[in-house]
């Protein structure tokens, strides 16, 4: 069902909702959190849909709590590394002495490393010295890049924080090899969409062709001309 359904589906059960606001989609965000549906199928006009959890999920085999933690940390380690678990828990919702169990169940296939913030820990193969390649990189909003941690100073200088995390958003990101220079915005306009970056400081040249790489490739995906400001780098 679609949500506007749900909530009709719901009132037509006594239950009244106003369709209006934040209400459905907290309620439906509830509903999935304790294991009741999910997201099904779009429609053929690109909406989502709701199906019951039971339904469409098969059931699973009988749970091994300990080997389901330890195959949890090594994938949110493969993706996030170097991490620890206080990033697990940040990202996952799961107590703190959960986390901490899921990396000492995957502590036999975890490399650990010592980094400006601390022993964290990678997969074997992740802690060898990345490629002398210069990565620029347009993060979009709430990218999981800077989701998945609960510290992001090894991505997010300290005295930047706080552009990068504006109240309860993540804003888009400009990645220089790894690290946030500067955040940007579009705006749209009839004739193509315009890109602001606001740098956090003086920005490499390097930096500032990669920028302009990436706008080219997001006027390639959008299919539409894009066009940087000028005098924002």
């Given at each position: 069902?679609?949500?506007?359904?749900?909530?009709?589906?719901?009132?037509?059960?006594?239950?009244?909702i106003?369709?209006?606001?934040?209400?459905?989609?907290?309620?439906?965000?509830?509903?999935?959190?304790?294991?009741?549906?999910?997201?099904?199928?779009e429609?053929?006009?690109?909406?989502?849909?709701?199906?019951?959890?039971?339904?469409?999920?098969?059931?699973?085999?009988?749970?091994?709590?300990?080997?389901?933690l330890?195959?949890?940390?090594?994938?949110?380690?493969?993706?996030?590394?170097?991490?620890?678990?206080?990033?697990?828990?940040?990202?996952?919702?799961?107590?703190?002495?959960?986390?901490?169990?899921?990396?000492a169940?995957?502590?036999?296939?975890?490399?650990?490393?010592?980094?400006?913030?601390?022993?964290?820990a990678?997969l074997?193969?992740?802690?060898?010295?990345?490629?002398?390649?210069?990565?620029?990189?347009?993060?979009?909003?709430?990218?999981?890049?800077?989701?998945?941690?609960?510290?992001?100073?090894?991505?997010?200088?300290p005295?930047?924080?706080?552009?990068?995390?504006t109240?309860?958003?993540?804003?888009?990101?400009?990645?220089?090899?790894?690290?946030?220079?500067?955040?940007?915005?579009?705006?749209?306009?009839?004739?193509?969409?315009?890109?602001?970056?606001?740098?956090?400081?003086?920005?490499?040249?390097?930096?500032?062709?990669?920028?302009?790489s990436?706008?080219?490739?997001?006027?390639?995906?959008?299919?539409?001309?894009?066009?940087?400001?000028?005098?924002?780098?």
């Amino acid at each position: 069902l679609e949500r506007a359904r749900v909530i009709e589906a719901l009132a037509e059960d006594g239950v009244i909702i106003d369709p209006s606001g934040q209400a459905p989609a907290h309620l439906l965000m509830l509903a999935a959190a304790q294991g009741i549906l999910c997201r099904g199928p779009e429609t053929d006009r690109g909406e989502p849909t709701y199906v019951l959890l039971d339904d469409w999920v098969p059931k699973a085999d009988d749970a091994d709590e300990d080997a389901d933690l330890r195959r949890l940390a090594t994938r949110y380690v493969a993706g996030h590394g170097p991490t620890a678990a206080a990033d697990l828990a940040a990202w996952s919702g799961l107590p703190i002495g959960t986390a901490r169990r899921a990396f000492a169940a995957a502590d036999a296939d975890l490399v650990h490393i010592e980094t400006a913030i601390g022993p964290l820990a990678v997969l074997p193969g992740q802690d060898r010295p990345p490629l002398n390649r210069p990565s620029v990189r347009l993060l979009g909003l709430f990218d999981g890049y800077l989701l998945g941690y609960r510290d992001r100073s090894l991505s997010v200088p300290p005295d930047h924080e706080r552009q990068v995390q504006t109240g309860g958003f993540i804003m888009p990101t400009v990645l220089s090899d790894g690290r946030a220079v500067a955040t940007w915005r579009t705006t749209q306009r009839r004739a193509a969409t315009l890109v602001d970056v606001r740098s956090f400081g003086e920005v490499a040249d390097r930096t500032g062709r990669g920028v302009r790489s990436e706008v080219a490739d997001l006027a390639r995906f959008l299919g539409r001309p894009v066009e940087l400001r000028d005098g924002l780098l």
